[in-house]
């Protein structure tokens, strides 16, 4: 319930976990009832995996309730372990996600063919790509989300205007500011992304602002942990200059989970797969 109240102090902890922990954030804001009944439903059955629990969006999983509850090194309270290993665990079934000691956590594919892959042949996770935070949300919540491209501040504000104000789950690359130290900055970093924060609304300037919450909780650095980031270093940041003919950055808007589109100069487009 502690949750419920102050969403904003939900953490990954220095799990990699970003991309369900803004599915916690956002299901505390505005899922209340759903966000409680999952955490504590995911730790209600006996723990053999005999019990099965069907997910909002009808996917019927069963949890390891003793590793929901297995203490971990990744500093997140027992909620949140409990929330973001099961939704882990909901997203790969029947493949199978485990917590581990150090709070990174690691994961087995799926059925093929009727048969796991190899029996212990588990991968290190390293977080969700887009479609699938857009599929596992749709899995705990029971609304569709589509992958959308955006390539200004305009773009961000149609989209809030579109999802009728909720938050928007937003694709960032957390090695670049406002989100690290110019001092801080890879320079071998390549690609979109890494990190996932929700977008919760925007302040008009000059200059304009984006309120917002990131998983990573409290930071000594205020452009990090602060509810409010300059809106053009949030668009900077978000942009994918991975072809220079090709410039945009990626959230998840209401529309037809599989799907994309793309809002440009305040028009939204979508399209198939």
């Known amino acids: 319930m502690h949750h419920v109240a102050y969403a904003d102090e939900i953490v990954q902890g220095r799990s990699p976990t970003c991309n369900v922990a803004v599915l916690e954030i956002e299901m505390a804001k505005d899922y209340p009832a759903k966000y409680v009944d999952f955490v504590v439903d995911a730790v209600s059955k006996d723990g053999n995996g005999s019990e099965t629990y069907k997910t909002t969006g009808g996917k019927t999983v069963r949890f390891d309730e003793n590793n929901l509850k297995m203490s971990d090194l990744s500093g997140r309270d027992l909620a949140s372990r409990v929330f973001q290993t099961a939704a882990l665990q909901a997203h790969y079934y029947p493949g199978s996600f485990k917590n581990t000691a150090d709070g990174t956590g690691k994961f087995q594919k799926g059925k093929e063919h009727g048969k796991f892959e190899k029996s212990g042949n588990f991968g290190k996770f ?8 857009a599929e596992l949300r ?13 390539t200004s501040m305009a773009d961000l504000e149609k989209a809030l205007e579109l999802g009728k104000g909720k938050p928007i789950i937003v694709s960032v690359d957390g090695d670049k500011v406002p989100f690290r130290k110019p001092d801080d900055e890879k320079s071998d970093r390549k690609g979109p992304g890494a990190h996932v924060v929700l977008v919760n609304g925007i302040e008009h300037g000059p200059p304009t602002k984006v309120k917002i919450s990131n998983p990573w909780g409290p930071s000594d650095d205020t452009a990090v942990s602060g509810s409010t980031i ?4 949030l668009i ?30 305040g028009v939204y487009t979508p399209f198939e797969k």
């Open 126 to 133: 390293d977080g969700l790509e887009m479609k699938e935070i």
């Open 138 to 150: 749709y899995q705990l919540t029971g609304e569709e989300t589509a992958v959308c491209w955006v």
């Open 230 to 233: 300059s809106g053009e270093d």
């Open 236 to 265: 900077k940041n978000m942009m994918y200059e991975g072809d220079v003919t090709l410039r945009y950055g990626t959230i998840l808007l209401p529309g037809k989970r599989g799907t994309s589109g793309t809002i440009y100069k």
